[in-house]
Each structure stands twice: as structure tokens, then as C-alpha cells.
């Protein structure tokens, strides 16, 4: 073999080597979202003249990946949707809701009304809080219910929530039984699905949960 063929061959070998290298390190620092239960969590409050309320999380993590991949890209414009589902697999909810990140703003804007200051729903702002950046260091929450103590019925909560009396949608109620949670992330990877489980099951704040 001639001296140039050797370097010819090499010089592929290099090229493919290279490559073989950055396709490795392209797909150990994609971003690879999880869903996760979010048990540690609690988010009550209660409105001036109303019964107490809690939100409903989970969390999404950008796992860690492995060695000696040092970490993962971003997460960047994740979106995320829930579907809404009975036990026999029928539609509880026809269409699928996006979901709003609680770490966003609320999609409020500050407007003068009757003499005094009001907050009204404002599109863009909901647009905004529909997609979020999620990075390795840190979790996501995103919005899963809404109840109110007292009350059998617990309602799907997310921006669009905003645009009535107590965040309460009438389409989105779930009166007391077990639902199936079909929760899509999108993001750079592709779409990710996962499911849950929430059970609603009295009138108070603990009677009602996400599981796996």
C-alpha cells in the first residue's frame, strides 16, 4: 500500500471516527424530559369570602444523563397537553388542554373597571405561559387541578382557567371517581407521553391525588 493510499484511508477513518464521536455526544446531551409525582408539594390558598383551594402539580425533570457525559442540553419552548380520560378509555374531557407552568405569569393584565383596578384575561400573556425552558438543574411544575374544600368536584386547571369565576371551567369539571391522565410533552426530542391516575374521592383537599 503507497504511502498516500495509507493517508487516504487514515484520513477516512478520521472522518468516520469523528463522526461516530459527535453523533454520541449529540444524543448524550439531548434533553430527555421526565414526568414525575410531585408528593412534597403542597399549594393551598384561599380567596376573600371563599373555601379553601389547592393546586395540583407534577414535575418535570430533565434527567441527568450518564457518564461521562458531563450534562443535557435545555429543554427549550417545552409545551405540554393533558387528556382527560374514564376507566373503559372514553373521552371525560373531548379535547386535549395546555397546560400552563405556575412558574410563568399569570395571564392577567391590570385594567381599570367600574372606578377601581381589576385584573382581565389577556390571550398573549396566556399564550406566554404555555411553553417553558427546562433545564437540568432545575424541576418544572406544571398545572394539573384545581379543588375547593367542601366541594365533590375538582376542575382540570390551566390558563385558559383564568377566564372564569374561581378558575373554575364548567367543561373541565370532574365530579368524584378515578380519571386516566394522558400528559404529552413537546420539545426537541420529539413527544413524550405519560399517564396517570387522579382520584377524587370526597370533599376535602386530601381526597383528592395524582398516582402512577
Request: with cysteine; glycine share 6%; hydrophobic share 40%.
Amino acid at each position: 500500500m503507497t504511502d498516500l493510499a495509507s493517508i487516504a484511508i487514515g484520513f477516512i477513518f478520521g472522518i468516520l471516527a469523528s463522526g461516530i464521536a459527535a453523533w454520541i455526544y449529540d444524543k448524550g446531551t439531548k434533553p430527555l424530559l421526565q414526568i414525575l409525582l410531585d408528593d412534597s408539594h403542597r399549594a393551598k390558598g384561599q380567596i376573600q369570602g371563599q373555601a379553601p383551594h389547592e393546586f395540583y402539580h407534577l414535575k418535570v425533570r430533565n434527567v441527568s444523563p450518564h457518564w461521562p457525559v458531563p450534562g443535557r442540553r435545555p429543554a427549550l419552548a417545552c409545551k405540554a397537553t393533558i387528556e382527560v380520560f374514564d376507566l373503559n378509555e372514553s373521552r371525560v374531557i373531548p379535547d386535549a388542554i395546555t397546560v400552563r407552568w405556575p412558574s410563568k405569569p399569570e395571564p392577567l393584565l391590570p385594567a381599570p373597571y367600574a372606578g377601581r383596578l381589576t385584573n382581565i384575561f389577556d390571550p398573549t400573556r396566556s399564550v406566554y405561559a404555555q411553553s417553558i425552558d427546562v433545564y437540568s438543574h432545575e424541576d418544572q411544575r406544571l398545572n394539573v387541578a384545581i379543588k375547593y374544600e367542601g366541594s365533590q368536584d375538582c376542575h382540570i386547571f390551566s390558563n385558559e382557567s383564568y377566564r372564569y369565576p374561581m378558575w373554575q371551567n364548567p367543561a373541565w369539571r370532574l365530579g368524584n371517581g378515578t380519571y386516566k391522565l394522558k400528559i404529552t410533552l413537546y420539545y426537541e426530542r420529539g413527544a413524550r407521553e405519560f399517564d396517570f391516575t387522579l382520584l377524587n374521592t370526597g370533599i376535602t383537599l386530601d381526597d383528592l391525588s395524582i398516582e402512577l
